[in-house]
């Protein structure tokens, strides 16, 4: 069974930092991309960042220059640095894998983690 578990988010003052991280698990041998999305109360889910599995990035507008995205594929694992944080990215950020392939099921899959939360507030 495919799971993503990310960590390191928390309580923040704005023009601080916090390091997000996702590792993924469940014998996936493939997949084209990992990425961060977040969510603000009464707000549509959102693109942060993403990876492709080749080093390509893309980052939301609100974001490019603040945040960074990286991954080991090696461990099937996504980051993401945030610096420069503001009150109006407080939201819960959740990672995604993208058309992953896992031994013993065919065809691809999306699959999500379970968010964890990001305040930003003084």
């Known amino acids: 069974q495919v799971q993503l578990v990310e960590s390191g988010g928390g309580l923040v003052q704005p023009g601080g930092s916090l390091r997000l991280s996702c590792a993924a698990s469940?014998?996936?041998?493939?997949?084209?991309?990992m990425g961060w999305y977040r969510q603000a109360p009464g707000e549509q889910r959102e693109l942060v960042a993403t990876?492709?599995?080749?080093?390509?990035?893309d980052y939301a507008d609100s974001v490019k220059g603040r945040f960074t995205i990286s991954s080991d594929n090696a461990k099937i694992t996504v980051y993401l640095q945030m610096n420069s944080l503001k009150p109006e990215d407080t939201a819960v950020y959740s990672c995604?894998?993208?058309?992953?392939?896992?031994?013993?099921?065919?065809?691809?899959?999306?699959?999500w983690g379970q968010g964890t939360q990001v305040t930003v507030s003084s």
């Open positions: 469940g014998s996936i041998f493939s997949w084209n991309a």
């Open positions: 990876i492709t599995r080749r080093g390509s990035t």
């Open positions: 995604n894998i993208e058309k992953a392939a896992v031994r013993g099921r065919g065809g691809r899959y999306d699959y």
